[in-house]
């Protein structure tokens, strides 16, 4: 069964970073499309970066430059680093990984596999 799971979440303030985790399980790291979502309240959830099995990357616009995605297949792990946020960063964070039946499409991915979400609050 594949799972991930989130950490690394946390409040800080505008101008601050925050690197975020994501344990994989279940399947043999690397052979899938990965990526972050997020949420804020009342607004749906949206893809923030994603890397592929060959480790290309993409982001949303709205993060290009500031965040970025990368991955240590030894551990297992999907990273996302965040620098300069800003207050509008501020949601639920999702680690995912793809599910090549999935409806949910981010990039080239189908996501299907989510974890539970770690929360970033970024203050003015």
């Known amino acids: 069964e594949v799972q991930v799971e989130e950490s690394g979440g946390g409040s800080v303030e505008s101008g601050g970073s925050l690197r975020l985790s994501c344990a994989a399980s279940g399947y043999t790291y690397g052979s899938k499309c990965m990526g972050w979502f997020r949420q804020a309240p009342g607004k749906e959830r949206e893809g923030v970066a994603a890397i592929d099995v060959d480790g290309y990357t993409s982001y949303a616009d709205s993060v290009k430059g500031r965040f970025a995605i990368f991955q240590d297949k030894a551990e297992d792990t999907l990273y996302l680093q965040m620098d300069s946020l800003q207050p509008e960063d501020t949601a639920m964070y999702y680690c995912?990984?793809?599910?090549?039946?999935?409806?949910?499409?981010?990039?080239?991915?189908?996501?299907?596999?989510w974890g539970q979400g770690t929360q970033v609050a970024v203050s003015s």
């Open positions: 995912a990984a793809e599910d090549l039946s999935a409806a949910h499409i981010f990039w080239t991915c189908r996501f299907g596999y």
